[in-house]
């Protein structure tokens, strides 16, 4: 049986999978193959005998650019060329065009084959632009100031697969001694136990984590290293890698310390300002001070004037922090220095320290800067008599127990330093025997959470300083609370 070569040539040309065409020399389609049908969208008899310039799929800068190229085409000094044209879909599609000069019967003709490489320069240039992407992310990455680092949880003991060279720079370590490591070479004796275990649950629980800890570098330096990790996962929710953001915080740190630590010494400083108990056969004084986790501003103070006559402050500075502390310990020494000059009556001492208040920011009045004041009350207690002088500038009410009766004293004029010129008129209230005086800071109702009236309740069952040692965890407000036994 003889085996047809010519017939399955020309079923291979009609069915290749590029489109092929023949020109003849002045540019007439001769032939279009099936393929070139179904690439275009134009049949075979609207083709056949019509040049290509009248039919053709061709963008315009395409023909006008085959055109002028078609006698260098012909000559056969021009084998491949790229153009643009339309599809059966009017979308734009790249075409790779392989030019062959063939002859027929003393005749040329123009063999062309045209490849879509659309799909593939597509490809080539998304994969160009992510090449200049992951380029300057890199680039990026090592500039940014930041370790970073990268470790993949489907390897054995979820090693560092990445590093960036901020991470070299924090660590001492280069690339290739910690890839294929797990990150807990950067822990030492003094790396806190807790924080790693929190780490490490959240790894294992896949979860974002944020943590501050003490880390070695390669040289067994420490620093402070601010880390965040978190999980990458792919599209079926399956963690691929974490991604770790190291910060060194080591100046925070130390400064952060120092701070801390001269708040320890500012808060002992200011506690060591606080009186000692009065036990007379007249009168009992007895304070009780919870500090809270910010230095405030809270002060009790009393003194003996004389035999039979004491005199006893509370008070409370506006805000928190050292400038509210500086403020309490300025007070104390102006209101010892006033009572050494024997200035003690109520009104004086008041006006005095309101003098004062504002002798201390005489050169800012002018400015917008925070405006200092202080409640108080200043009881002058005279047990021979059996009377209380007192101001109340201010300040939550005091309460008086008598028998099983209550007194509440509220404020009898504005806070001090709220006005340069004011006075502050003093009341008297006698007193028996056996009678009780409790003054507080406002912090101690709201860390109780009640009221004045439910504090004086307590006051029938036990003293304040007793129920304040249920409540141990810290305030947020200083607490002062003061308790007088008027015997």
């Not at 991604?243 to 808060?267: C, Y």
């Not at 509370?314 to 502390?325: K, L, T, W």
Request: glycine fraction near 4%.
């Amino acid at each position: 049986m003889e085996f047809k070569v010519l017939e399955l040539v020309n079923e291979l040309i009609e069915y290749s999978p590029d489109s092929i065409m023949i020109l003849d020399s002045q540019g007439f389609y001769v032939y279009a193959n099936d393929t070139s049908v179904k690439m275009f969208g134009i049949q075979k008899e609207d083709l056949i005998g019509h040049h290509f310039y009248n039919k053709n799929k061709l963008t315009s800068d395409s023909l006008e650019y085959c055109l002028e190229i078609f006698p260098e085409v012909m000559r056969g000094t021009v084998k491949v060329i790229k153009i643009r044209a339309f599809n059966d879909r009017e979308e734009e599609i790249i075409l790779s065009v392989n030019c062959k000069l063939i002859q027929q019967d003393n005749t040329d003709y123009l063999y062309l084959i045209l490849r879509d490489l659309t799909k593939e320069y597509i490809w080539e240039h998304e994969k160009g632009e992510l090449l200049e992407y992951n380029e300057l992310l890199v680039q990026a990455m090592n500039q940014s100031g930041v370790g970073i680092l990268i470790t993949d949880p489907k390897l054995e003991d979820n090693p560092i697969v990445y590093v960036n060279e901020g991470f070299t720079k924090m660590t001492g370590y280069q690339k290739k001694e910690v890839l294929g490591r797990n990150c807990r070479l950067l822990q030492g004796p003094r790396t806190n136990c807790e924080t790693v275990n929190k780490i490490r649950e959240s790894i294992n629980g896949q979860t974002r984590v944020h943590e501050e800890l003490l880390n070695y570098r390669k040289d067994r330096t420490t620093f402070w290293n601010e880390l965040t990790i978190s999980p990458v996962t792919s599209q079926n929710g399956k963690t691929e890698y974490f991604i770790g953001i190291q910060r060194d915080i080591t100046t925070r740190k130390i400064l952060e310390m120092e701070l801390e630590n001269d708040l320890k010494v500012a808060r002992n400083l200011q506690q060591l300002l606080l009186s000692k108990p009065i036990i007379e056969t007249d009168i009992t004084i007895t304070g009780f001070y919870k500090p809270s986790h910010e230095l405030g501003g809270d002060l009790y103070k009393w003194f003996q004037i004389y035999e039979g006559l004491y005199g006893v402050f509370i008070i409370d500075v506006m805000g928190h922090g050292i400038s509210s502390s500086l403020l309490t310990m300025s007070l104390h020494t102006e209101i010892v220095s006033l009572l050494q000059r024997d200035i003690y009556t109520p009104s004086e001492v008041m006006t005095q320290l309101n003098k004062l208040i504002f002798n201390m920011f005489a050169d800012d009045l002018d400015l917008e800067v925070t405006k200092y004041y202080f409640t108080a009350v200043y009881l002058l207690i005279d047990t021979r008599e059996k009377k209380i002088e007192y101001v109340n500038a201010g300040h939550p009410d005091f309460i008086i127990k008598n028998n099983e009766d209550f007194l509440f004293l509220p404020s009898t004029t504005i806070p001090v330093g709220m006005l340069e010129e004011v006075s502050f008129e003093t009341s008297i209230i006698p007193y028996e025997v056996n009678s009780e005086i409790v003054l507080y800071t406002d912090g101690l109702l709201e860390h109780m959470q009640m009221t004045k009236e439910d504090l004086a309740e307590v006051l029938l069952v036990k003293k304040v300083d007793m129920l304040l040692d249920q409540y141990q965890y810290m305030p947020k407000d200083d607490i002062c609370v003061i308790h007088i036994d008027l015997l």
